[in-house]
């Protein structure tokens, strides 16, 4: 039995291969999972029943286990159908979360276009399809360094 927050096998393996630099991505229910990953990616789905698990409580289980340099979100364009006034109310809960495991890291939007182009590149290691109903939810991580104790 493990000691950790983060008990699931594949995604261990893949945060355990993962180096600097590579990315990680925490997608919604809406997210396009299957067309939208990167060449040598692996995904798990771990869609159990509509909004379990959410994003934010993978992040929360990522973060116990993976220096994380960079997050991005799926930046909106203000056209865009599905766009609200102001940042989605789940990114405050991001931060939060980020706020609460000590990092220092904001969140860096990259517009939905854009954001699909680097979830398609070589470095991209993982993506965990969540349930997710929150609109904006997707989250792109980039893997820190581990530094010396």
Known sequence: MLHTTLLHPEILKCCAQAGHHSKILIADGNYPAASKIGPR???????????????????????????????????????????????PPVWNEFRQILKDAGSTRQLEPIVKWDFYDAVESGDHVLTIQTADQALWANLLLSVGVRTPA
């Open 41 to 87: 990616a692996q995904l798990v789905s771990l869609q159990l029943m509509p909004g379990i698990p959410t994003v934010a409580q993978v992040l929360k289980a990522i973060l116990s286990e993976v220096p994380i340099d960079v997050i991005n979100t799926m930046g909106i364009e203000p056209t865009d159908e599905y766009a609200s006034a102001g940042d």
